[in-house]
């Protein structure tokens, strides 16, 4: 199998469930650059909480953030910025706060996180993850952003999923599709990990083909759709894995699935 892109989700893919790279996953990446070929991580991370992950590799890479609507080439030049109205994000923010439930609103404009003033649990934690602070501020104010790049509801299963539903009705306009159980991730219509990933293997001039992509949530499925090398990890969701065959999917991310599929590239 000849790569010459790596692309790779973060969470659940790259990363173990305590938020480690393991030895065998940054061998396996490294040898691979050696070789030659380009690592481009792909997260619904912000670019400062995707550094966290991938600084356990490589200090300098290509990458896509916030699910495609952010990509920056290793020189640190945009090649992807897409943004959604952030009037839009406000109201959808207030939608969040009249629940009667614990769900909690974020919202990323350029490389800085907005929650609310009152930081919810859940916030906290994600803040923990990521090894990045949110900054507080007011729906009021975020009204007054040039734009958003990203959305992020924040709460239980079932009520992302009466959430995911009517939102999607509301806002034609966006995309919302579940990066996790818990997180509820907003986009503008068309951005995605697929469409940035195009985008990114035109700029290194690439095909599509010889690419290589990992993922493990319901957020990867069409970026691994468009490569020629896909691998969804053992993690993945039950439904997802019924639209892989077997032999694209590989270990889940605690026993190093990415490292076992890589290691079939010569």
């Known amino acids: 199998m000849s790569v010459q892109l790596i692309f790779s989700d973060l969470d659940g893919t790259l990363i173990n469930d305590d938020l480690k790279v393991t030895a065998a996953t940054r061998d396996a990446i490294r040898r691979q650059i050696i070789n030659g070929n380009i690592f481009v991580p ?15 590799i490589l200090k300098v890479c290509p990458f896509i953030a916030y699910n495609g609507a952010l990509a920056l080439d290793e020189t640190g030049k945009v090649l992807i910025s897409r943004f959604f109205n952030a009037k839009e994000a406000a109201e959808i923010c207030r939608y969040v706060d009249e629940q009667d439930n614990d769900t909690a609103w974020n919202i990323y404009s350029g490389y800085v996180w907005y929650c609310s003033e009152e930081k919810s649990p859940r916030v906290k934690n994600e803040e923990r993850i990521v090894d990045v602070k949110a900054t507080p501020t007011t729906i009021n104010q975020l009204e007054k952003l040039q734009g958003v790049h990203k959305g992020l509801i924040m709460g239980d299963s079932a009520d992302l999923d009466r959430m995911q539903e009517e939102l999607t009705a509301k806002y034609p306009d966006l995309t919302f599709v579940r990066s996790s159980q818990t997180l509820l991730e907003i986009v503008l219509k068309g951005v995605s990990k697929a ?3 195009k985008i990114v293997a035109q700029e290194y001039g690439v095909d599509l083909q010889n690419c290589i992509a990992f993922g493990d949530n319901f957020n990867d499925e069409e970026m691994l759709k468009e490569v020629g090398h896909p691998f969804l990890m053992g993690n993945a969701p039950a439904e997802l894995k019924q639209r892989f065959s077997s032999e694209q999917i590989t270990a889940d991310n605690n026993h190093d699935g990415v490292a076992e599929a890589l290691e079939k590239i010569k």
């Open 195 to 197: 469409s940035a990933v």
């Open 42 to 56: 792909a997260s619904a991370r912000l670019p400062k909480g995707m550094m966290t992950a991938v600084n356990q």
